[in-house]
């Protein structure tokens, strides 16, 4: 017999927050759990145990490896527990094939220390290579593919999705561009260094001083990437992810854009729609930033993600 006891505890509105997050994090768990094992049976045709699942749950998640394994058992025991149900000869019993939004997280004994003082913290492990802080107020993952047309695309491991459209701000670097061609134009109908040519000049160095020099390309290359402004956009999204304690790390993003994280081929995309003949269908943007969201889940792997991907939410930089 093992005796156990219910305590009352305290904490602030933050903490709380952050024990919701973890259950959050740990439905995530429980949700690739079910992903893994489709995977393997179809694979192999065959029941994945306890020692691959362990195995291709490690260093995915930012969470304690004993809260990680707990949920892992706690499927696998679900999962056996309903086979022995259906050979009693309970055929309405299913197999765990629910994804859910919440899990309760566990703490093994390594995985909390119980201070003099009563305080209670709860450990999140190490997460790559260095031993996190506890009870952190976050603990989602969100990839962000930057882009041309859409400034910004994101997909979260909440299933959230945005799009930033910037077609305002490339509107007024093409007008930028129209007024330079207009100078030029009148500048070559002008004596060199007369009065007027100098003035022309003026406007037109005004103009530039406002762009930042470009390499040599074609003509059409350099207006599209002057128009992109790329390094501006990740500077000011890491001022604000820094504001908000949201560290920002960078990925290489290598065939995120062509490849299908259903079946794997991969295709160049034309118009804003990731069509594949396998039958998967995704927003272009959405479906690069979610195949860069698996690169980091799966250790470089592009795969399904074990969640949904709601519809888009779009912003628009005025």
Known sequence: MIRTAKVAFTASRSTIDALFALNRFSAEVWNTCLAEAKVYHQQTGQWIGKT???KRLKRRFPMHSQSIQAVCHKYLWAR?????ARKEGHTNVRYPYKQNKYFNTKWAADGFTIHPNGRISLSRGIWEGKRQAPNPPGSHICAIDPGEIHTLAAVATTGD???VTGRKIRSIHRLRNKKLAELQRKMSKCQKYSRQWKRYN????YLLSKSKRKKKR??????RMSQWQFGK??????YKLKAEGIMLHKRKERYTSQTCPVC????NVRGRMYRCSCGYTQHRDIHGAANLLSKVLYENRIQSLPFE?????YLRIA
């Open 52 to 54: 691959e699942l362990q």
């Open 80 to 84: 056996d527990s309903a086979h022995q």
């Open 161 to 163: 999705s945005l799009i």
């Open 202 to 205: 003026r406007a037109k160095q």
């Open 218 to 223: 074609s003509r059409c290359h350099n207006q």
């Open 233 to 238: 956009v990740k500077k000011y999204l890491t």
């Open 264 to 267: 794997g081929a991969k295709k």
């Open 309 to 313: 991907i709601q519809k888009p939410t």
